[in-house]
């Protein structure tokens, strides 16, 4: 069964953390071409169990067409649009359960990922996040 903690132990021996408080984890991957790209993951846990919510930033939401960023993430298998704070993200959700880390987080993380890379790339021309 996967925990926040094997979240946390499968980040932290592989990647750049950059903050680890409260439930939220934040941490820099390295990407094609020397791109990088953040992500953060934060510890959801309700009534029926525990999930791990990904997001990773696009760009900023002002300088962005949404509605295009909107139609290209909607084909992709995971991660959906959204804007906290002025930057557009990708964000999905995955439950923690019976299968274990690389099954329900870091499939999805790569996924994720790959696909906001891309997409700050195509959108933005830039590699700022």
Not at 33 to 57: K, L
Not at 98 to 105: C, N
């Amino acid at each position: 069964m996967a925990s926040w903690t094997d979240v946390v132990n499968y980040v932290r021996t592989r990647y750049e953390v950059l903050d680890d408080a409260n439930g939220w984890l934040r941490f820099r991957l390295a990407t094609e071409d020397g791109r990088s790209q953040q992500v953060a993951v934060h510890h959801v846990a309700d009534g029926d169990g525990a999930w791990v919510e990904i997001s990773s930033p696009v760009g900023w939401a002002d300088k962005l067409d949404l509605r295009v960023l909107a139609e290209k993430a909607g084909g992709a298998p995971v991660g959906g649009v959204a804007v906290v704070d002025g930057i557009a993200l990708l964000k999905h959700a995955a439950p923690l359960a019976e299968a274990g880390v690389r099954e329900e987080f870091v499939r999805p993380l790569t996924l994720l990922v790959t696909q906001a890379d891309a997409l700050e790339r195509e959108l933005t021309s830039a590699d700022d996040f």
